[in-house]
């Protein structure tokens, strides 16, 4: 799409922006409920999600970006009282998102779909429609050069001061293949202390930072650091 603005919202398009990810949505929907058994013990993302849910005010909306199943943020954030809203590129992800959090709303959308003037946006809201933004695990299916455009497009969904709970995998990589389930996923990260630039850079205060050493179940993959930062936007 190459380089642009966004008029008015501090949000620059990135490099590369808006590529096909047919394949990321491809790979998840192969895997369906697949992922939760491969995946059974989340004790940073419960956490995490549990902050998010204790720290918003009653009946806030919250965008959860890459929902998945819609195990367990989703859950977690609707049994909190929340007005949830989540967003997968994945059609099975989504169909299995609304089985679990019938009371949720849940779309298949990219997250560059929100982008102000986008499709997305006229379907859950725009700037400043959210106290509250999960995304665990999502921001690292993007190339480097789309994740500082993508948390600047976070920040400007959220209200000023709205929360962020942010979760990445810690690894120095950049749209890189790996096996994923028996499929194909292409997955780019940072160590942490570059992350925390770029968290800060799109206008983020980070509150408080957490990790985990976590193996998949059901498979012989090493053990990944996973990073959870608890995130506050600056006015």
Same mark, same amino acid.
């Given at each position: ?30 895997? *369906?409920?697949?992922? /939760? ?6 004790? *940073? ?21 890459? $929902? ?19 967003? /997968? ?23 560059? /779909? ?5 499709? *997305? ?79 800060? /850079? ?28 608890? $995130?506050?936007?600056?006015?």
């Amino acid at each position: 799409m190459g380089t642009g603005g966004y008029e008015g919202t501090g949000v620059s398009r990135a490099e590369g922006q808006g590529r096909d990810r047919t394949g990321q949505a491809e790979a998840f929907d192969a895997i *369906g409920d697949r992922y /939760d058994e491969a995946f059974p013990h989340k004790e *940073g993302q419960l956490r995490s999600g549990a902050w998010l849910a204790a720290e918003l005010p009653a009946g806030s909306r919250v965008l959860d970006i890459g $929902c998945g199943t819609g195990l367990p943020t989703a859950r977690q954030l609707a049994d909190a009282g929340h007005d949830v809203v989540g967003i /997968d590129l994945s059609g099975v992800m989504v169909e299995l998102a609304r089985k679990h959090v019938p009371e949720a709303e849940f779309h298949q959308l990219d997250i560059a /779909d929100l982008r102000p003037g986008g499709s *997305g946006a006229r379907i859950v809201g725009g700037r400043g429609h959210y106290e509250g933004v999960a995304a665990f695990f999502s921001l690292l299916m993007l190339p480097r050069a789309e994740i500082p455009f993508t948390l600047r497009l976070i920040r400007e969904l959220l209200v000023p001061g709205g929360l962020l709970a942010l979760s990445m995998v810690e690894a120095d990589v950049d749209d890189f293949a790996i096996p994923f389930l028996g499929n194909t996923i292409r997955v780019s990260g940072y160590l942490r202390d570059e992350l925390r630039r770029v968290v800060r /850079d799109a206008g983020f205060e980070i509150t408080e930072e957490s990790s985990y050493s976590y193996a998949p179940a059901s498979t012989d993959v090493p053990p990944e650091e996973q990073l959870f930062l608890h $995130c506050r936007r600056l006015a």
